[in-house]
């Protein structure tokens, strides 16, 4: 891999050491041109005249091409969102639930996994099993854990497949095989992997999958994708419709709803040129490769933490073996709150980092267009913080 002609490309690395795309990623160029293109072929030429409207088709398209060429899935079973949290709604509030159904998360979840999950009950009569969750369980640990909680009420298990809080990498592919063995659904919120770690759905066997663009596909903002497996797309209504959510309808209140397509959950307006930044992060992605930019995440959080590790007042709350492990480093600094820690690294340091709430702790995302130099400046900056 050439970090430096990677570096190149994205221009934020010339003013600071960022080590966020957990949160946010700055894009490369090729996305940040191809955005602002579409906004001026549209803006000049007329956003309904045929070749525009046409056009703008055909790049969405295209977007379910590449989203699809990302996770080694068919773009049918694709639908473009605004977020992972738009597509996790979409499936969860979209399954016929019957009262007494059963869905199993996890505490240290994020909130677009715990928000949506809690208004289950309310709202269909849902029993919600929320499991413990430590950085330190092992994936024997969280897979018999969910083999005790299983019922045989239980419809879903609900957990992110990278666990945002201390970069824990769930054991994803364990706990598929037990929850098709025992009949349950598995959706899986995707924020931390897409652009991260190398994916596969079809190898996994994968019910519901949902991804952003803007974090680690270094994407825009208001980009992302929810995959469905083709055979459970009936099983999914459209909670906000449109007129593609019917295959026809009359003036009289006649209508024949679409069931087997993703394109029932389209709504009537989107956009174009964000689609085409979309478009272009996964060809940027592409061009690195998903197994070499996996192999750098993890080899710079490992670089990371064996080095703060050997900072006193540091504590690293972040797995350290392989398996667990990924590209996002958890750590505290004694005798000093994370969010001030964060805000003085930027002020006194220009690093760019995020405090994690749940934990008190400070998370650094390290990505393939970061590089050793980075890694020495943040831990250089951290032991100047240390009492």
């Known amino acids: 891999m050439d970090v430096q002609s990677i570096r190149k490309q994205v221009p934020a690395t010339r003013k600071m050491v960022y080590l966020n795309t957990g949160w946010d990623g700055p894009s490369p160029k090729s996305v940040v041109q191809a955005v602002k293109d579409r906004v001026e072929y549209e803006s000049f030429n007329g956003p309904t005249s045929p070749p525009v409207y046409q056009s703008g088709r055909e790049i969405q398209q295209n977007a379910r091409k590449a989203a699809a060429s990302l996770l080694n899935v068919s773009s049918d079973e694709i639908l473009l969102t605004q977020c ?39 709202r269909h009569g849902v029993r919600l099993k929320v499991l413990d969750l430590n950085p330190t369980d092992t994936h024997e640990e969280i897979i018999s854990r969910v083999a005790e909680a299983i019922s045989p009420r239980t419809r879903l298990l609900f957990f992110s497949h990278i666990q ?23 959706l899986i919120d995707g924020a931390q992997t897409a652009g991260h770690i190398a994916l596969d759905l079809r190898e996994m066997d994968c019910d519901y999958y949902s991804i952003p663009g803007q974090k680690w596909l270094l994407g825009p903002d208001g980009t992302g994708a929810l995959f469905i497996r083709q055979d459970l797309i009936p099983s999914v209504s459209p909670t906000r419709v449109s007129g593609r959510a019917v295959a026809s309808y009359d003036e009289h209140g006649g209508f024949q709803p679409s069931t087997d397509t993703m394109d029932k ?31 750098r995440t993890r080899s710079l ?61 400070i998370r650094a995302a390290t990505h393939a267009f970061n590089n050793e130099e980075d890694i020495q400046k943040l831990v250089s900056a951290v032991t100047q913080l240390t009492p």
């Open 265 to 295: 959950f389209l709504l009537t307006t989107s956009s174009a040129p964000l689609a085409a930044g979309f478009v272009e992060a996964v060809a940027f992605h592409h061009q690195m490769g998903s197994h070499a930019v996996e192999a």
């Open 301 to 361: 959080a490992g670089l990371l933490k064996q080095a703060l590790s050997e900072v006193p007042g540091v504590e690293i709350l972040s797995p350290t073996d392989d398996a667990r492990s990924c590209g996002l480093t958890s750590f505290r600094i004694e005798g000093i709150a994370s969010t001030d820690a964060v805000n003085q690294l930027w002020n006194e340091y220009g690093i760019v980092v995020r405090p994690v709430s749940e934990l008190s702790c």
């Open 84 to 122: 992972t949290t738009d597509g996790l709604n979409l499936v969860l509030n979209g399954l016929d639930w019957k009262e007494g159904d059963e869905v199993i998360t996890f505490g240290l979840e994020h909130s677009s996994v715990l928000i949506p999950a809690y208004l289950l009950p309310r």
């Open 164 to 186: 945002y809080t201390c970069g824990l990498r769930m054991p994803a592919e364990g706990l598929r095989k037990l929850t098709k063995d025992a009949g349950v659904q598995m």
